[in-house]
């Protein structure tokens, strides 16, 4: 497999690590246009491409979006892996990251390409493309985020390093809500154009990022043993990795129903559809100019009590917005700002602790296996990002949401605009609120990583270093 051949040069860890340098944190962090777009597009535009320019069946265009990221759950834990075991010149990841770059930009583009069919062949056709950029992704997306628990041993330095990925994903999630849609518009020409556009931002994105961490230092593990069964296991017997796990799945699924719902809530709530990209200008803003704030709060008390209160105003601003109908547009943005706000700091703080957990378990086992934590998280955030379109559509279904083209426009029911604004807030609503409670659980604080332990785990033998599976 790629990566496994290449010239064999293994990168060593560095036992004091040299602070990350401005250059290779912007060059890590340009990446995020990759994993942003790609995230942002499909879920903002793709079931609403289906449904409403090519004829699709909404509930068959959310089963369709949900299908492919199912094979996230195959190709990803295999990516990470893979990637935890190539030594190059180039260190175990960024090989992968070039592997991403051939597959992902020419398949996104293939999905908005408009083929000329309509309904089922359609859907046949957007689900093969997508499926192709959903392995492209995973080629890139897993390596990718791994990289930031190997470039520093400090807690609080992982948030502040990734403050700068999450101000590119606020300019790359901008232009995915601002502009991709603008581009689109309601055609199948405008669609195809974003579709050119946007497959060549990711491609420039995800060259910039191998290019821009070839000086990145590593203090990772250099060993990784053990079949990926046994790694799997030992993922799934982390319990700060598990309860981490469920809580971002939480958010991630809440922010999939709430992305995919924005062009329904523009068209039939706010009766414009321009209105997607000033509602996304209102989510996105924030996310610019709270990361100091939230590096900030995520010292004073700690990622999990800043974690807890981001998914707090989550929560409420998304209850915020159920009273749109009856207090207007500008009602409708400031709540959406309150779940920016909150948005920025789930999106922080769940990286940053996701580094910590990986960091925690080469303390404990002394092997690299952050790949494999890295593939079974996306392969769970790339899912339940899918099926937050899949559970908007099947709402759009219960409410009697007729499907349409832009030649044939038809009207909605009185309980298809129901559905639109029910599926937009009460439903992510309640899955914050679920994360929240997960949240909770979540134990690995600083002075636990100072630790090396957690509550339940036991650091591995001395004499069996590298233990596939230290018990926790």
């Known amino acids: 497999m790629l990566g496994l051949n290449v010239a064999m040069v293994s990168a060593a860890a ?16 340009v990446g995020s246009f990759c994993t942003a777009n ?13 449904t409403n320019v090519l004829a699709v069946p909404a509930g068959l265009a959310g089963v369709v979006l949900f299908f492919p990221k199912a094979w996230d759950l195959i190709i990803n834990p295999l990516v990470g892996q893979w990637s935890d075991r190539t030594t190059s010149r180039w260190g175990p990841r960024r090989p992968w ?12 583009a293939l999905m908005f390409v408009g083929p000329p069919l309509k ?9 093969v493309t997508f499926l192709a950029a959903a392995t492209g992704y995973a080629l890139y997306e897993v390596p990718y985020k791994a990289m930031p628990a190997e470039m520093t041993t ?10 700068w990925r999450m101000i590119f994903i606020a300019i790359a999630v901008a232009m995915s809500g601002i502009a991709a849609p603008a581009i689109a518009g309601n055609s199948v020409d405008g669609y195809r154009q974003m579709g050119l556009i946007f ?20 203090t990772g593990q250099n060993q990784s043993e053990g079949t990926l069964r046994s790694q799997l296991v030992a993922a799934r017997t982390s319990r700060p990795f598990m309860w981490l796990l469920g809580l971002s799945t939480a958010q991630t699924l809440a922010a999939g129903v709430m ?19 000033t509602l996304f200008a209102a989510l ?6 709270t990361m100091p704030l939230w590096v900030w709060l995520a010292r004073m008390i700690d990622k999990r009590g800043a974690m807890i209160l981001s998914g707090a105003l989550f929560t409420a601003g998304a209850v915020l917005a159920l009273a749109t109908p009856a207090l207007g547009s500008l009602y409708a943005h400031v709540a959406v700002m309150v779940v920016g706000i909150g948005y920025a700091g789930q999106q922080l703080l769940q990286f940053s602790m996701l580094a910590d957990v990986i960091a925690h378990d080469g303390a404990l086992s002394g092997e690299r296996r952050g790949g494999v934590f890295t593939g079974l998280w996306t392969a769970a955030e790339s899912a339940v990002a899918a099926f937050g379109a899949t559970i908007y559509g099947a709402v759009l279904a219960l409410g009697g949401f007729v499907s349409s083209d832009p030649e044939h426009p038809v009207t909605q029911p009185d309980s298809a605009y129901t559905a639109v604004i029910i599926g937009l807030t009460v439903v992510p609503a309640l899955i914050t609120i679920a994360g929240i409670l997960m949240t909770l659980k979540y134990d690995l604080t600083a002075g636990r990583l100072a630790e090396g332990t957690a509550p339940g785990e036991k650091a591995p033998d001395a004499a069996t270093p590298g233990a596939a599976l230290p018990e926790r």
């Open 259 to 277: 992305l995919a719902g924005a062009p329904y809530f523009a068209a039939y709530t706010l009766n414009d559809t321009k209105a997607t990209s």
């Open 97 to 108: 990251l070039l592997a991403g770059a051939v597959v992902l930009p020419v398949s996104f």
């Open 199 to 218: 497959a060549a931002i990711l491609l420039a994105a995800m060259l910039g990022s191998f290019f821009g961490t070839a000086r990145a230092p590593f």
């Open 284 to 289: 996105v803003g924030p996310m610019l100019v």
């Open 154 to 163: 400090d807690y609080h330095e992982r948030t502040s390093l990734l403050q």
């Open 14 to 29: 560095t036992p004091h690590p040299s602070p990350v340098s401005l250059g290779t944190r912007l060059g890590y962090a």
């Open 119 to 127: 309904g089922v062949p359609a859907a046949v056709f957007v689900g």
């Open 38 to 50: 790609f995230s942002a597009i499909p879920g903002l535009l793709l079931l609403y491409y289906m």
